[in-house]
């Protein structure tokens, strides 16, 4: 399977437009589990954890859990 690595932009184009590169639909896209599709034909406008990361802060005392 090959990778494109630099299209034409049309698809930026498109999306600047408010238009789905795919079904030309000029709906907003929504958020479904984490990414943004289209809201009609469902593709993939942004994927999800594009490099984000969790930040947890854990309890390390001796009284972590306690319930005194």
């Given at each position: 399977?090959?990778?494109?690595?630099?299209?034409?932009?049309?698809?930026?184009?498109?999306?600047?437009?408010?238009?789905?590169?795919?079904?030309?639909?000029?709906?907003?896209?929504?958020?479904?589990?984490?990414?943004?599709?289209?809201?009609?034909?469902?593709?993939?406008?942004?994927?999800?954890?594009?490099?984000?990361?969790?930040?947890?802060?854990f309890d390390t005392t001796d009284k972590a859990g306690s319930l005194s």
């Open positions: 399977m090959s990778q494109i690595l630099q299209g034409d932009g049309k698809m930026q184009q498109d999306l600047k437009m408010g238009l789905c590169p795919r079904c030309r639909t000029t709906m907003p896209p929504i958020n479904v589990h984490g990414h943004t599709q289209c809201a009609v034909c469902h593709l993939v406008i942004e994927e999800c954890c594009q490099g984000e990361t969790a930040s947890c802060n």
